[in-house]
């Protein structure tokens, strides 16, 4: 089994900076995809940042794109996601994920381990 970890979360003011990290412990294997998603009250998860095991392969939903920045240090088994210029629509429980199998998208329903999330309010 594999565990994640997030932590950083908390309350930000509209246009300052979060970051959030997820440490992986246990079987991480190789080659690993990780992904961010958020949920906010009464929507679906959503599909945030996604990053491949080399890091050169970024994936941003639209909503995001210029604003956060996900990266990720193999040494540590630890992805973040650096939340620049947070919105009061960014306000969600995130969560990090791991795909095992990477093959081209990040879908929620197809990551192979979650994390129990992290809150993020961010107040205008």
């Known amino acids: 089994q594999v565990q994640l970890v997030e932590s950083g979360g908390g309350l930000v003011q509209a246009g300052g900076s979060l970051r959030l990290s997820c440490a992986a412990s246990?079987?991480?294997?190789?080659?690993?995809?990780m992904g961010w998603f958020r949920q906010a009250p009464g929507k679906e998860r959503e599909f945030v940042a996604g990053i491949s095991w080399s890091g050169e392969g970024t994936s941003y939903a639209d909503s995001v794109k210029g604003r956060f920045t996900i990266s990720r240090d193999n040494a540590k088994n630890t992805v973040y996601l650096q939340m620049g210029s947070p919105k009061p629509e960014d306000t969600a429980v995130y969560y990090c994920a791991l795909d095992r199998y990477y093959s081209g998208s990040y879908s929620a329903n197809g990551m192979d381990y979650w994390g129990k999330g992290t809150l993020v309010t961010v107040s205008s």
């Open positions: 246990g079987r991480t294997f190789s080659r690993y995809a």
